[in-house]
């Protein structure tokens, strides 16, 4: 474009599509000015330092014009914030999530709330209060859980990135069954203020992205410490730009083959056999670990989360915010208040966590149950940072099974919750996980490859996704009544 | 008491922390004297998402609380949430600290019983809740529920004693030794009234000689110190009389009733809470450094008992002086500027210069302080060295009780110094006596009966006469003149029966001239009432 024909529309595209930046365009007027108004003198004052700085400013703003939708058990200042739930229906922060801020602050446009499961305590997206959300490769089965509404929304191109959440898996395995990218960062690498509890030891904000770049142009925003979020690292991010295109020489991945013995599809192990393969034909040094108890993590994380849980929902009470039941009479007392506001606010899966959670925290329950979960929850742990010794990141699918079809599980919590079996331990340790597309399956059904890495090395995870990518003969597939 | 039975009594005590800002948000802690309401914001009315951040200063506090009372430090502790429902908790949850309490295992002595030693279980940080204001209905209207979140998050720190006091009298002992610690490192306000320092309990009784514990009953809403001791001496008789009954006392909460003077039972031991409590997910765990814990020693002051002690010796105060000068620590620390202002002196003249200035701080300067509200003696307008000068010159007599104390409300209300005021209001020496006059004529004619009085043979009404001329013109004993006049009246005071008070002053006037010319124009001097003062007899002085 030459520049005596610029005009609005043309800079305007031109700087979004990044063919120039702002300060080059101010500088060419600036330049213009000066050589020009010598003989003209149209102007009395030219702002050269102030226009220069403020087109920096513009320019440093990492996600500017950049559309995302944000799932809705994230805080969104005057914004209806439900987390899928009656309970919280109408209910409008008078905050932002920290998250939300940043997003905002690097010039993110804010498309929209995402469905999820109630509270985040699901897996498909059926648990709900407003209806199920559907997987775009298949608009029978779920898209995953809970942050389906975003996987979906990223996979069917309402957004190019959206922001989940990750309590036992809740974006990576959405992420998977839909096709997309799905982070959990590090618990502590994103604040988690204005994010609605679940199980706050598991919580953790994170990208949906198509490529592997974008996540981490969006992990960038998202990250870093934050004075509300005591549980936040105080450590700022590396710059995780300069990781691509990702080299995997001497990357070393470890697989614990044991865990994927039973109840996997074979379809899942084929295509997670496929991309091992492909890492190793760039370099990568595949080998074994051994995580002997992770076994045990599903049960751990089915106490520890509800647990949790339990005490987070207390707050929904009626009394200060969201749905109050109308008691008839003036005999009702607050007891009977706070019954019925619950009973009527909360669904079936919330209601079976919280009873679940108050259990296993009783008197008399307490050692036997939530302190002897946690106590694995550490062995799990230690199984991890022994396997980090030898190896930089571990991969596993990241569900036992593509997408199931919409009410296949929802009478069966059992089935759906051993589903969680190789999410969860990245919760229960805090590490950092991916998921990758890994392809689909002959009912072009979405496959995710899952790797966890070392507390805080979101960034090997990153390089080792974007090598997949880059080989990966699926990366340009979409949903084809999406595409 | 019945002397069969041994009472035993623990404590736990509520202290609210006087920190700038709430335990886990950033609104101003200040709830007091605040409109219902303003001082919330996300995270203390529990929003949904909002998330807790430990305030440092309130954990220093708690530090030094537990220094205060001899306590060991945690190195690492950490939060806990204590579950249970109801509206005045925002989130549905307390979060409190469980079984890792910031300090443990400390003592505290009480005051003047050297021979007992409390025992302090733990010291440990949690948070205030909302305060409810239940509105009743009227007319068979159903009432209502006011709430205010000011309160809600406030810092609270709960001191939990072992089961070692024995009486009432220990108990009250500890309650207001306990408050004057708080006050003293300046960590509350510690006052029972206004809710920021509540005192529930726990008594049982035993055999006396037995190691065993009864079971204990909790005693809650008790207010005031007043009604602690109330509710305690309730309760230790209830609990003796069922067991001589023959009853088994039963582990229950009761409430104290201070209107009627009885505890009621609240909560049985079978409904008592299940709190489950567990870790605070939301904040890690708290490492406590060696040396915030040595810096904060070095920063306590010297805590009430030692520093009364120190008065005693240092000064000779009598331990009465000491202990009410020692008992506000701002107090103490003033009294101290007062006497080092002055210099050395002798052992004996510094000490009873000590006295005299524990009796002005204890005397008019608390009345003057408790009648305006000020709480701090240093927010007064009186410097201490300023003080010095006046109870100085009080002491060497060169003002009188009532001259003094108008002087010293002066320098109260205008922060003006002492030589000044005294210059000024002319209260060192009337030696114009030409002030005495007026005066003199209106303590005549306002007090006709004491004239009469006297006149009648009731020798003590010169007395009152004379101290009102002299309470209206702050005359000072040191008035030569006022003086003699005065000694005159006890040696000459009879047969002037019949006289006017105006004979009287001659007569008075005479005794001390020795010569009646000379009294007529001195009482004339004196009083300037010439023209009234006429002896109605000349021959009955000689």
């Known amino acids: 474009m030459a520049p005596g024909a610029w005009t609005v529309t043309g800079i305007r595209a031109a700087v979004a599509g990044g063919d120039l930046s702002a300060r080059e365009v101010c500088a060419h007027y600036l330049d213009r000015i000066a050589a020009t108004d010598g003989r003209l003198h149209a102007f009395t004052t030219v702002l050269r330092e102030a226009a220069l700085a403020r087109a920096d400013e513009v320019d440093a703003r990492p996600l500017l014009g950049v559309p995302i939708a944000v799932k809705d058990v994230i805080c969104t200042r005057g914004v209806p914030t439900t987390a899928g739930s009656r309970i919280l229906a109408g209910y409008r922060p008078p905050y ?5 801020s940043r997003l905002l602050d690097a010039g993110a446009v804010i498309v929209g709330k995402t469905n999820c499961d109630e509270f985040a305590m699901g897996s498909s997206t059926e648990h709900s209060a407003y209806g199920p959300t559907r997987n775009p490769w298949a608009l029978d089965r779920i898209p995953g859980g809970s942050s389906g509404g975003a996987a979906a929304a990223v996979a069917a191109g309402q957004a190019p990135a959206s922001i989940g959440t990750d309590t036992g898996g809740s974006i990576r395995q959405p992420a998977a069954l839909c096709g997309v990218v799905g982070l959990k960062p590090t618990y502590g690498r994103v604040s988690r203020y204005g ?45 995780l730009s300069r990781l691509f295109p990702g080299n995997v020489r001497g990357t070393r991945i470890g697989v614990p083959r044991v ?79 706070y019954a019925r506001t619950r009973s009527e606010g909360f669904g079936a899966e919330v209601k079976r966590r919280i009873m679940l959670g108050t259990y296993a925290l009783s008197a008399g329950y307490y050692d036997a149950y939530y302190v002897h979960a946690q106590r694995v929850r550490s062995l799990i742990r230690n199984d991890f940072d022994r396997a980090f010794a030898a190896v930089d990141a571990v991969a596993m699918p990241t569900t036992p099974t593509p997408a199931f079809r919409i009410g296949e599980r929802i009478d069966d919590p059992l089935a759906m919750y051993l589903g969680d079996v190789f999410t969860v331990s990245a919760n229960l340790t805090g590490l950092p996980a991916i998921s990758l597309p890994a392809g689909l399956t002959q009912a072009r059904l ?31 597939e979409r949903p084809p009544a999406f595409a | 008491m019945d002397t069969q039975y041994e009472t035993v009594i623990g404590l736990e005590v509520h202290v609210q922390l006087r920190t700038h800002s709430k335990m886990f948000c950033s609104c101003g802690a200040d709830y007091q004297l605040m409109p219902p309401n303003t001082r919330v914001c996300p995270v203390c009315l529990a929003l949904p998402g909002t998330l807790p951040v430990v305030n440092s200063r309130a954990v220093e506090d708690a530090i030094k609380i537990g220094l205060a009372l001899n306590c060991k430090v945690a190195e690492t502790t950490k939060f806990d949430r204590k579950n249970y429902a109801y509206p005045d908790l925002m989130k549905g949850y307390q979060i409190s600290q469980y079984d890792v309490p910031i300090c443990y295992d400390g003592y505290m002595d009480l005051p003047g019983d050297p021979s007992s030693r409390i025992g302090i279980e733990r010291v440990h940080m949690e948070e205030d809740v909302a305060r409810l204001i239940h509105i009743p209905g009227q007319d068979g209207e159903a009432g209502h529920t006011l709430m205010d979140v000011n309160r809600a998050g406030v810092p609270l720190m709960e001191v939990v004693s072992r089961p070692d006091l024995r ?29 920021s320092f509540r005192c529930d309990a726990n008594v049982s009784i035993r055999p006396a000689g037995s190691t065993k514990l009864g079971a204990k009953v909790e005693i809650k809403n008790m207010n005031r110190i007043r009604a602690v001791t109330r509710a305690l001496e309730y309760e230790i008789a209830r609990q003796t009389e069922d067991v001589k009954a023959g009853n088994r006392v039963v582990q229950e909460t009761r409430g104290w009733d201070d209107e009627v003077g009885v505890t009621v039972s609240q909560r049985s031991k079978e409904d008592a809470h299940d709190y489950r409590y567990f870790p605070e997910p939301d904040l890690p765990p708290l490492r406590i450094g060696a040396s915030l814990v040595d810096h904060i020693r070095s920063e306590l002051p010297e805590l ?30 003033y009294f101290e500027q007062v006497v080092r202002s002055v210099g050395a002196m002798a052992k004996g003249e510094m000490s009873a210069f000590a006295k005299e200035t524990a009796n002005w701080l204890n005397g008019e300067m608390a009345r003057h302080m ?43 209300r205008s922060g003006a110094d002492a030589d000044d005021v005294i210059e000024q209001q002319g209260l060192q020496q009337v030696s114009d006596t030409s002030e005495l006059d007026p005066v003199a004529d209106e303590v005549i004619q306002a007090n006709p009966s004491a004239v009469r009085d006297y006149l009648g043979g009731k020798k003590t009404a010169v007395r009152f006469l004379v101290g009102q001329v002299m309470k209206a013109t702050r005359a000072l004993e040191a008035e030569p003149l006022m003086k003699e006049l005065f000694e005159y009246r ?39 009432v010439t023209g009234r003062i006429v002896p109605s007899t000349l021959w009955t002085f000689g």
Not at chain 1, 96 to 100: F, I, M
Not at chain 1, 448 to 461: H, I, M, N, S, Y
Request: charged content about 20%; overall charge negative; glycine content about 8%.
């Open chain 1, 96 to 100: 932002d999530a920290t998250v939300v």
């Open chain 1, 195 to 239: 994010l609605l509890a679940f199980a706050s030891s598991l919580d953790q904000i994170g990208p949906l992205t198509w490529t592997v770049a974008d996540a981490a142009a969006v992990l960038q925003v998202l990250a870093g410490p934050d004075p509300r979020d005591a549980t936040a690292s105080t450590e700022p991010p590396p710059d």
């Open chain 1, 259 to 337: 865990a994927l013995a039973d109840g996997v599809d074979p379809e899942v192990l084929d295509a997670f056999g496929a991309a091992l393969a492909m890492l190793s034909d760039r370099g990568a040094e595949v080998c074994d670990v051994d995580l002997p108890h992770m076994q045990y993590a599903v049960p751990v994380y089915y106490l520890v989360a509800p647990a949790e849980a339990s005490s987070n929902l207390a707050r929904y009470d009626g009394v200060r915010y969201g749905h109050r039941a109308k008691l008839d009479g003036a005999a009702a007392g607050v007891s009977e208040m």
């Open chain 1, 446 to 476: 979405p496959i995710g490859f899952q790797l966890v890495g070392r507390p805080f090395d979101e960034a090997t995870l990153l390089r080792i996704g974007d090598a997949l990518e880059r080989d990966a003969p699926w990366s340009d």
């Open chain 2, 167 to 195: 009486t009432t009298d220990q108990v009250e002992a500890y309650i207001s030794n306990l408050q004057m610690i708080i006050r003293y490192i300046d960590v509350g306000t510690a006052n029972m009234e206004e809710g």
């Open chain 2, 304 to 333: 009430p008992a030692l520093r009364k002690d120190r008065f005693q010796q240092s000064w000779g105060l009598p331990e009465y002086d000491a202990a009410l000068l020692t008992s506000s620590r701002t107090t103490a620390d």
């Open chain 2, 370 to 412: 408790n009648n305006d509200g000020t709480t701090n003696v240093f927010d007064t307008r009186i410097r201490p060295e300023n003080l010095a000068v006046l109870v100085g010159r009080f002491g060497r007599r060169e003002l009188n009780n009532a001259g003094a104390k108008q002087v010293f409300g002066e320098m109260y």
């Open chain 2, 490 to 528: 006890f040696t000459e005071g009879n047969g002037l029966a019949g006289h006017s008070f105006g004979n009287l002053f001659i007569a008075a006037m005479s005794g001390v001239t020795g010569n009646f010319e000379q009294a007529v124009s001195e009482s004339s001097r004196v009083l300037k």
